[in-house]
């Protein structure tokens, strides 16, 4: 049973960064997608990026472009997601989610198998 575990969330500032990773236990995630979804207080859970299992593609919510970029290790079975330019509107909880693909994107939390428990990122005014 693939296990999912977010780490790097914590309180920053308007216009700093963070760096949230996810690491894979329990096997290896072969021809899995990885994705990254938010849950804002009160709000639904969004996508935020997602990257294919070979790493060519990427996708990105509207509201991050520009600022987030995920990236995957392979080797080590990780998934990152560097962001910059943090306003009080990425304050939410970031969930990593896994799931079975080999060369798409994918975007709906329907198409995600393993889910890890989130990390919360503030953004102070």
């Known amino acids: 049973q693939v296990q999912l575990l977010e780490s790097g969330g914590g309180l920053v500032q308007a216009g700093g960064s963070l760096r949230v990773s996810c690491a894979a236990s329990?096997?290896?995630?072969?021809?899995?997608?990885m994705g990254w979804f938010r849950q804002a207080p009160g709000k639904e859970r969004e996508f935020v990026s997602g990257i294919s299992w070979n790493g060519i593609y990427t996708d990105y919510v509207d509201s991050v472009k520009g600022r987030f970029t995920i990236s995957r290790d392979k080797a080590k079975n990780t998934v990152s997601l560097q962001m910059v330019s943090l306003n009080p509107e990425d304050t939410a909880v970031y969930y990593c989610?896994?799931?079975?693909?080999?060369?798409?994107?994918?975007?709906?939390?329907?198409?995600?198998?393993?889910w890890g428990q989130g990390t919360q990122v503030t953004v102070s005014s």
């Open positions: 329990g096997g290896l995630l072969t021809n899995y997608a």
């Open positions: 989610a896994a799931g079975f693909s080999w060369d798409a994107v994918l975007l709906k939390q329907s198409e995600y198998n393993y």
